[in-house]
């Protein structure tokens, strides 16, 4: 059963994400890739990650892929069918793209010794589980993503509002 | 086909790092290949994500559930953070985007050239 | 008694000091004066050549010991690490000797210039370098090292360029002037390489040091192919006495260098300077006698040149250039008499050489004077009863070269003749012996042409004022007696001799009979011109009639300098033009092609910056995924590393 869905929502995953980067439809780009975003939130849920599939959900699909339909459509100019080109050097970028993929996958179907657990996990991976650690050993990271959201947000703000002309 | 077969198929790590690979090369073929910004922007979180499910594969399968009283959640933790830190820049890259826009009119990045010679 | 005469042995540097003050106080000084410039050369001159004679006098006295000890006075001069030089003077019998010839040689000059030189422009010029001259060959004379000696062969030779251009005016004059320098400067090369090699091989040049150096077995080591480094040096050292004693192939300046004043010719081109070569092989002769090869090739070569020489004499019709192929002849005798190991000969034949050569070249000058410039011998006749003195001088110094006894030139000819034959080189002997013949004949040739014979009505010759014939009577004086030298117990070979070392010296007496056959050679020459010349009997056209192609040859100096231009011409040109080629092409084109390249490597680089990150990313990345390959497919040392470490991922 889990391997029916894993392989289900994975093919989707990545057939989703070949949809983002060969759509010539921008908005059809977006739209892709929420849906890959939905897939790998499964494949979380596969692997006994729940509260980070609801993360992924909530702000990826949430809130990144509307963000960036809404700069898509403040941003769109011609044609929308022809609004994602491929630049001049998109075959050196496939090759480039391949030769990793190929190295990568050599690397881990030739390894012999991944020393994966014996016994798999059951449980764990819920949100009680996470927030203790984030409030006791990862406290400092925790305080600072937290810093820098704000900054983040700020900074966005100052730059999409523009520099006032000086009366 | 029989599909009760299908469980003995065993999902392991390498299945979840493939997966994770082939994301990866998706969104660094999109980073190279697209002139569209926003485009760059999306091939970007793709590969974003791709490391997010590596980590929480190898923590799923390399490292043991509990030790004393915490779950070993490290692999969660940190793809927590790059969610995070995600989406902090992809507020700030899209500000930038329209910025941009504003200026030039055009979300092409072939003419984002300055450096040039 | 010789404590005294070290004591005038310390002051012999005056001997070069005072010509050279002399030249100062001419060049700087009294140049407007044409009076106080002569009168200061004159003295100086004459008080070195008094000087000479006390040295002279008290060599005499000295006898057998300053032969083995020469009086030797060094100062250091400079002394850095690897490089010490002394500045000194050497008296022994052979710096005696020549100083005493050319202190007298050239105050007799100097004297006889106050009468040839009168009414010229550049007088105290003359006579300043007339000073220069004296003290560079004088110091050269003195010299203790080859390095000194060096010096003072470069400055003679500059005072030979600058006498033989002395009426520089003369397109002929300036180009004799260069040729002469060029020429002896292809020598001097040849003897600085040699000095080079002799101060690495044995670090020193100073002639005592390497003649202990050198009389020590040294073995022969082969340095190029199977001949021997001593060979080598000796062979360096030769170039030099080669291009300054006119020796062939380096002869052609000599005659060239007639355009300079008769007086320059008399002194720097017969008696002293051209001698300089014969003197450095006899100062250096422990180097030549280490190595049989390069005496061969001196004999060889001096033998050469001495018939040679006298065979384009017998052809020319010039006053002045036969009395210089005669040089050459003389130079080439006293070179072989080197060759064959007669130090004394050679020596002795510089001696009296000085003396007769001089004298008839002044004898010239003082003909060319009175006849106005005129210099062809067909253009005189019958000036023996207008200028007797001249004439009869002139005779005295014609029988002294035949070598007809009691004139000096029996005595010098005879001994080198012996030596040769007695020494095993009855080839050299023969040659000598013709030559003997040859040079008989073509000076009785110009004697009877010139002073005998019919009188031309457009010549008007009157005898030359005191100054020009008291030299002249005193040069024959000593072409009378100087070859009596050979004659008492301490005799010239006992003071001026080689030994190698562990030989004793033995006297060796004259040879009546092999001095009786270069005399009858001497009156054969005599007698052929005789009958040629006075008594016509045989017509010298005929004689040219019957060897047309010879007497061209001969007439034309076989053509020797004709070669020398054709070669500079084509050889040393085309040479300069292949350069040329090179230059331009190769070494400007390396150049220009360096530029080139830095230029268009700049024009094609400057592509890569497009301005665009998306290229810059796939560059980056591109070489990033080139490393992992070499780690995860490569072999060897790096990848060694586990690649999943490389990767991420095994704790």
Known sequence: MGTVVFFIFAILSIAAAWGVVTSKNIMHSALYLALSFLGVAVLYILMNADYLAAVQLLIYTGGIAIMVLFAIMLTLRGEVSESNPENSIWGWGALISTLLFITIAFVVLTNADWRILPTPWTSGGSATDISLLLLTKFMVPFEAAAVLLTVAIVGAVILAKGVKESK | ?117 | ?651
Request: charged share 10%; net charge neutral.
């Open chain 2, 1 to 117: 086909m029989n599909l009760s077969n299908l469980s003995n198929l065993s999902v392991g790590l390498s299945t979840y790092l493939l997966v994770g690979a082939m994301l990866f090369c998706l969104g660094l073929y999109g980073v190279f290949a697209k002139k569209n910004m926003i485009a760059i922007l999306m091939s970007i979180e793709l590969m974003l994500n791709a490391v997010n499910i590596n980590f929480v594969a190898f923590n799923r399968f390399l490292w043991n559930q509990k030790v004393d009283v915490h779950y070993i959640l490290t692999g969660h933790v940190a793809a927590l953070f790059v969610i995070i830190v995600a989406a902090a820049e992809v507020a700030v890259g899209l500000a930038l985007v329209i910025a941009v826009y504003r200026n030039r009119q055009s979300t092409n990045v072939d003419e984002l050239n300055w450096l040039k010679w």
């Open chain 3, 1 to 651: 008694m010789f404590k005294e005469m070290h004591d005038l042995f310390q002051w012999a540097w005056l001997i070069p000091a005072l010509p050279f003050l002399s030249f100062l106080l001419i060049a700087f000084v009294t140049k407007r004066s044409k009076g106080l410039s002569s009168t200061i050369s004159i003295l100086a001159i004459l008080t070195s050549l008094g000087l000479a004679i006390a040295i002279a006098y008290a060599i005499i006295q000295a006898g057998a010991e300053i032969v083995e000890h020469p009086a030797i006075v060094n100062v250091n001069w400079l002394n850095i690490l690897g490089l010490k030089i002394n500045f000194g003077t050497i008296i022994d019998p052979l710096s005696a000797m020549m100083l005493f010839v050319v202190t007298l040689v050239a105050s007799m000059v100097q004297i006889y210039s106050l009468g040839y030189m009168h009414g010229d422009k550049g007088w105290s010029r003359y006579y300043a370098y007339q000073s220069l001259f004296a003290s560079s060959m004088l110091g050269m004379v003195l010299a203790t090292n080859l390095l000194q000696l060096f010096i003072f062969w470069e400055l003679v030779g500059l005072c030979s360029y600058l006498l033989i251009g002395f009426w520089y005016f003369k397109v002929s004059a300036r180009e004799a002037a260069k040729k002469a320098f060029m020429t002896t400067r292809v020598g001097d090369f040849g003897l600085l390489l040699g000095m080079l090699f002799l101060y690495t091989k044995f670090g020193t040049l100073d002639f005592a040091e390497l003649a202990a150096v050198l009389s020590t077995t040294i073995q022969n080591v082969a340095v190029v192919g199977t001949v021997g480094y001593v060979t080598v040096m000796a062979f360096l050292v030769f170039m030099g006495p080669l291009g300054k004693s006119g020796q062939f192939p380096l002869h052609v300046w000599l005659p060239d260098a007639m355009e300079g004043p008769t007086p320059v010719s008399a002194l720097i081109h017969a008696a002293t300077m051209v001698v300089a070569g014969v003197y450095l092989v006899a100062r250096m002769y422990f180097l030549f006698d280490a190595s049989p090869a390069a005496l061969q090739f001196i004999g060889g070569i001096g033998a050469f040149t001495a018939i040679f020489a006298a065979s384009i004499a017998i052809a020319q019709n010039d006053i002045k250039r036969i009395l210089a192929y005669s040089t050459l002849s003389q130079l080439g005798y006293m070179m072989f008499a080197l060759g064959v190991g007669s130090l004394t000969g050679s020596m002795f034949h510089l001696f009296t050489h000085a003396f007769f050569k001089a004298l008839m070249f002044l004898g010239a000058g003082s003909v060319i004077h009175a006849l106005h410039e005129k210099q062809n011998i067909w253009d005189m006749g019958g000036l023996l009863k207008k200028m007797p003195i001249t004439g009869w001088t002139f005779g005295i110094g014609v029988l002294a070269i035949s070598g007809i006894p009691p004139f000096a030139g029996f005595f010098s000819k005879d001994e080198l003749l012996a030596n040769a034959l007695h020494n095993g080189h009855p080839i050299i002997y023969a040659v000598g012996l013709f030559t003997a013949f040859l040079t008989a004949f073509y000076m009785c040739r110009l004697f009877f042409v010139a002073f005998m014979g019919p009188e031309k009505a457009e010549n008007h010759p009157h005898e030359s004022p005191w100054s020009m014939t008291i030299p002249l009577i005193i040069l024959a004086f000593f072409s009378v007696v100087g070859g009596w030298a050979a004659l008492p117990e301490h005799n010239f070979a006992f003071f001026i001799h080689y030994l190698p070392s562990g030989h004793e010296f033995e006297r060796e007496a004259i040879d009546w009979g092999l001095a009786g056959i270069s005399v009858l050679a001497g009156l054969l020459g005599i007698g052929l011109a005789y009958i040629i010349y006075i008594k016509k009997i045989i017509s010298a056209e005929s004689i040219v009639a019957r060897f047309p192609m010879a007497h061209k040859v001969l007439k034309n100096k076989y053509y020797v300098d004709e070669l020398y231009l054709w070669i500079i011409h084509n050889v040393m040109d085309g040479l300069g033009k292949v350069l040329y080629w090179f230059d331009i092409y190769i070494v400007d084109g390396i150049i220009n092609g360096i530029a080139l390249a830095t230029r268009g490597s700049g024009k094609t680089l400057r592509r890569t910056s497009t301005g665009q990150v998306q290229t810059y990313a796939m560059v980056f990345f591109f070489a990033v995924v080139v490393i992992f390959m070499v780690f995860v497919f490569g072999e060897g040392q790096l990848t060694a590393l586990n690649p999943l470490a490389t990767l991420g991922g095994v704790k």
